[in-house]
């Protein structure tokens, strides 16, 4: 298991302008909430791969990876879904430079690991959060989940009432 940190002292490394270092961690993300439905994340510290690189001056390069996975009511069906997210976000840090290449995540050599990684999933997730990427949802009629209920599953329509007057027509032969 890798070692839990939520922040990062960047100069601890002491590494000089263009060498690297990549480090195995993990990091705690803070659950997400979705139209009153919590999801957290899982597991509760996510292995992350953060590569280091060192530039000119006091500047960084920034590369975190990881997978998570969210656990919670699929938007369409509201059965549990758990999908899979990859994340590989990159980041520059080179103070003194224009506002651009200015990271929110590092302040005075600290890198933000906790903030960093959950802003990066939150980019990462979709619109909706579905159990299956086919999935049918609920019947808007009787709400039957249509992921079982199978494609024999259909309701009489009501006819439009724009219509309704030509079934009153009479033809007689």
Same mark, same amino acid.
């Given at each position: 298991m890798a070692l839990?940190?939520?922040?990062?002292d960047l100069g601890g490394l002491r590494l000089s302008a263009g060498e690297g270092r990549s480090l195995d961690l993990s990091v705690a993300v803070d659950p997400f909430?979705?139209? !009153?439905?919590?999801?957290?994340v899982e597991p509760?510290? *996510?292995? *992350?791969?953060?590569?280091?690189?060192? @530039? @000119?001056?006091? !500047?960084y390069a920034l590369r975190l990876r990881f997978e998570a996975t969210l656990t919670g009511p699929c938007m369409r069906c509201l059965e549990s879904a758990s999908p899979t997210f990859g994340v590989d976000a990159r980041e520059v840090s080179q103070p003194g430079e224009t506002e651009e290449l200015s990271s929110p995540y590092v302040h005075r050599g600290i890198l933000d690991l906790h903030r960093w990684a959950r802003d990066a999933l939150a980019l990462a997730l979709p619109a909706t959060l579905l159990c299956d990427a086919e999935c049918a949802g609920l019947c808007p *009629?009787?709400?039957?989940?249509?992921?079982?209920? !199978?494609?024999? %599953? *259909? %309701?009489e329509r009501d006819p439009d009432p724009r219509w309704a007057k030509l079934s009153e027509i009479r033809f007689e032969s």
């Open positions: 839990r940190t939520d922040t990062f909430s979705f139209g !009153g439905g919590l999801y957290p509760a510290a *996510v292995p *992350v791969r953060l590569d280091i690189s060192k @530039t @000119t001056g006091d !500047g *009629v009787c709400g039957a989940n249509l992921n079982t209920a !199978g494609r024999e %599953h *259909v %309701h």
